[in-house]
Structures are given as structure tokens and as C-alpha cells.
């Protein structure tokens, strides 16, 4: 017997990234050489120390009980971390832990908006902006990101009536997709406008280790009167090489922390301890790890720009991430380029498109291999659009 899934799941579908996966199950099944450069997964490995905490959390049979709710251990971690690293105070009352960013943002919706709230997204986006507002029955508003703009956001094209009505924006610098990094002024600007209208910021600060060029990573809280209208996501997924571990914080603003706190209650246990052990350890640790991989991410991104430039690509570099952010060549669009690409060459990125509609005329690639295998990568392109 089939039964149909809730109606609300209508507002989702794979789509691009379907299609992708199809076409590289495909080449796989050939025979062909696959670069698979459309996911942010990193391939670094975490640092010793983290691991071999994990490992020794693991043999206590304490930690396989129910966690409830975040360490004091973690919280005061927490707190002295943002006050090392960042500069900013905050206190064990303001922050909750969450399982990836992901899962923190795909229920904030639901715990702070109402059917009809009108929510402000960056297009393009990281996907779960837009599941987070659906899930929420809220009203999207985009705003576009885009070249001209150095992709920072506008707020002068957004409508007062808008901005009266909006009950959130969602912040991201360095941003995924597009690479870029923004300034604090921009950071302050709209604290002024979200004070003035009464919303709140949501900054997704999962990049600012991973920042180039000699750029400043710093997060929002650090600014003033940013814990009185925002919240942040703080993740060790990227700068940690986590991601499996699902670690990840919702810091700021009280009232928001204590709203998703609630709604968590509800199903969720906690973070397991083994891993909580395995934040403090990163967070108490050394960090020169996180230097050197940022610098192994920016010997990535030169190598594969540099690459494409001088195959005749004429392609901007990214001020941080894991990705680059690039307009595709003459005569494509963003699906048909990455579709001739997986064809020619075996490479997979991510068409813009996937990111939203002002996602059109661009590709994503990640930087997930070495710099010397990036390089080759980029005379692969190359040779592929020489060919025409």
C-alpha cells in the first residue's frame, strides 16, 4: 500500500542535485575517471588530539547515557573560546548546542516564525535558508547577491513595508556559495536596520577559519549590539574537519537561544557526550592545524585560478571557504557548462543554479584536493575549452 507523504514535503524536491548524482552514478558505471568537486566535504583529516579524545571518551561507559542537555564543561568552553578567539561575551545562558547547522537552522524557523512572517534569504543561498522558511510557513523575500555588489546585500532595493513585516535575515560571510567575505561596516549597518524594524539577524560564521589573502575571520557577536538583535551559528565542522560529528552552536541573543532550546525539548537528547568531550578538546587545543589548512586551502584555490586563468578563463578568486564561485565561460549556462564538463572531462561542480536564481551564469567547485591535483584539474578545463 503506498500513502502520501505530508503535504508540506510538496515545497521540496531534489532537483539539480538529482540530476547530478544520476549523471555521476553513470560515468562511474563506465568505467570513467570521476572528480567529484560539488561537495564541501573536507578531506583533511581532524587533529590527532581531537581523535584521541573521542577514543578514550568512548571506552567510559557513562558517556553512552542520554546527554540531555549541553556540559557545563562545553558551555564555559564555549565562552571563553568566543572571548579568545572573537573578542566577543558571551555567557553560558546564550548558547545551545545543535546537531550541525543544518538540523539548528531547519528548526529555528519553527521555534521563532509564524505562518506568514516574511523571512529575508540571500540569493544565491545555502539550500536550508529556504527549508528553514518553508518548514516555518513563513513569506520569502530574496535579496540578490551579486557581482556588482561585490555580492553583499542591498537593503535600499528592499521595501520598507518589507522590512516592517520581516521577522529575520540570514547573514553568511564568507559566504557559501559565492566566496566572498564582507566587511564589518556591512555587519553594523544592519544591526542598525534590524533595531530600527525590529527583526532579528541569523549569521551563519561556519568560514571564518577558513578566510584568505590575509582577511580578518571575526564573528558578528563581537559587534556592538549584535547579541540584542542576533543570533549566530558557530560550527567545527569545517575548521575541525567535524562534519560527521554533527557539533554545532546556536550563540546570541537569549531569547532565540531559549526559543530553539524549547523546541528541541521536545525530541531531541543532546549532543552525545563522546562528542561534547571532543569539542572542548578542539576548542582547548592548538590551533595550528586550522592555520595550516587554511593555508592549504588558499594554495588550492591559487592553484586551480591561476590555472584557469591562464588557460584563458578569465575567473575571480574566492576571499575564503572551501569553494570558488565562477562565471561560467561564453555561450553556457550554468547546467548546460557542468553538463559538458562531467561529459569531457569526468569533473562534477555544482551548477549556481542549485543556489538560487541569481545562481545562473555561475558554477561552484570545491576545493576538496590537493593544490597539485587542483592544478591539473585546471588544465583539464582547460584542454576541454581549447577543444571548442
Excluded at 107 to 126: K, R, T
Excluded at 134 to 149: F, K, S
Excluded at 162 to 179: E, Q
Amino acid at each position: 500500500m503506498h500513502y502520501q507523504p505530508a503535504d508540506r514535503l510538496q515545497k521540496f524536491n531534489t532537483g539539480i542535485f538529482a540530476a547530478m548524482d544520476e549523471k555521476k552514478d553513470a560515468l562511474i558505471a563506465s568505467g570513467r575517471e570521476v572528480i567529484n568537486l560539488s561537495i564541501g566535504t573536507p578531506d583533511f583529516s581532524p587533529p590527532q588530539h581531537i581523535m584521541d579524545t573521542i577514543a578514550e571518551a568512548m571506552r567510559d561507559p557513562y558517556n553512552y547515557r542520554y546527554s540531555l542537555t549541553d556540559t557545563p564543561e562545553v558551555l564555559q568552553t564555549l565562552v571563553n573560546y568566543y572571548k579568545t578567539r572573537y573578542g566577543a561575551v558571551i555567557s553560558a545562558d546564550e548558547i545551545t548546542g545543535v546537531h550541525g547547522t543544518q538540523e539548528g537552522m531547519g528548526h529555528l524557523g519553527m521555534a521563532m516564525v509564524n505562518p506568514g512572517d516574511i523571512v529575508l534569504l540571500p540569493d544565491p543561498g545555502y539550500p536550508i535558508y529556504e527549508a528553514c522558511a518553508l518548514l516555518a510557513d513563513a513569506e520569502i523575500c530574496y535579496y540578490p547577491l551579486v557581482r556588482e555588489n561585490s555580492f553583499l546585500p542591498n537593503m535600499n532595493d528592499i521595501p520598507e513595508d518589507v522590512l516592517k513585516r520581516t521577522k529575520f535575515i540570514v547573514l553568511s560571510y564568507p559566504s557559501n556559495p559565492v566566496g566572498m567575505s564582507a566587511p564589518k561596516k556591512m555587519y553594523l549597518e544592519m544591526i542598525a536596520l534590524a533595531k530600527k524594524y525590529g527583526f532579528f539577524i541569523i549569521n551563519d560564521n561556519a568560514y571564518s577559519d577558513i578566510i584568505f589573502d590575509g582577511k580578518e575571520g571575526f564573528s558578528f557577536l563581537a559587534l556592538p549590539g549584535a547579541k540584542e538583535v542576533g543570533v549566530e551559528f558557530f560550527s567545527l565542522s569545517k575548521s575541525f574537519n567535524m562534519t560527521g560529528l554533527r557539533a554545532s552552536y546556536l550563540i546570541g541573543n537569549k531569547s532565540i537561544v531559549d526559543g530553539l532550546k524549547l523546541l528541541r525539548s521536545q525530541y531531541d537528547f543532546g549532543i552525545p557526550y563522546p562528542i561534547q568531550k571532543a569539542v572542548v578538546a578542539a576548542l582547548t587545543g592548538p590551533m595550528d592545524d586550522v592555520y595550516a589548512q587554511c593555508d592549504e586551502y588558499q594554495r588550492r584555490r591559487d592553484a586551480l585560478c591561476d590555472g584557469l586563468r591562464k588557460a584563458g578563463w578569465d575567473v575571480p578568486k574566492s576571499d575564503g571557504t572551501m569553494f570558488v564561485w565562477l562565471p561560467v565561460p561564453e555561450g553556457y549556462t550554468s547546467v548546460s557548462f557542468i553538463e559538458k564538463l562531467m561529459d569531457k572531462t569526468g569533473i562534477i561542480g555544482t551548477p549556481g543554479t542549485a543556489f538560487g536564481p541569481h545562481g545562473e551564469g555561475y558554477v561552484r567547485f570545491a576545493l576538496v584536493r590537493p593544490a597539485d591535483e587542483m592544478a591539473r584539474i585546471a588544465e583539464m578545463i582547460g584542454d576541454m575549452l581549447a577543444a571548442e
